[in-house]
């Protein structure tokens, strides 16, 4: 099982970005799926997560502003990043819950905040 993430890059303040989760080697439609990020110096935290029934939990520094979803059919998560500041600025990784099996991470995407 592999995920990989897409989409980061650099965003002014107030801007939007996508990022895009690929997985492969299972379907993902009965997992949980989970975005997190980390900035240098600190752990990793997650931020959202969406279930396979479609429950989906966000972090308060980022609800409101992030949207997660996820497309079965593509074996696909996004998560749509709105309003961005520079605090946003971090590494971006998905993962799939295997429950019994642990986490499956993916590389991480940058993404960086910044006028």
């Known amino acids: 099982v592999q995920v990989v993430e897409s989409g980061g890059g650099l965003v002014q303040p107030g801007g939007s970005l996508r990022l895009s989760c690929k997985a492969s080697g299972t379907d993902i439609s009965i997992y949980t799926m989970r975005w997190h990020r980390q900035t240098p110096g600190q752990r990793r935290g997650q931020i959202a997560s969406?279930?396979?029934?479609?429950?989906?939990n966000y972090s308060d520094s980022v609800k409101g502003r992030f949207t997660i979803s996820r497309d079965n059919a593509k074996n696909t998560v996004y998560l749509e990043m709105n309003a961005l500041k520079p605090e946003d600025t971090a590494v971006y990784y998905c993962?799939?819950?295997?429950?019994?099996?642990?986490?499956?991470w993916g590389q991480g995407t940058q993404v960086t905040v910044s006028s």
């Open positions: 993962s799939i819950d295997l429950r019994s099996s642990g986490q499956r």
């Open positions: 969406i279930s396979s029934i479609g429950n989906i």
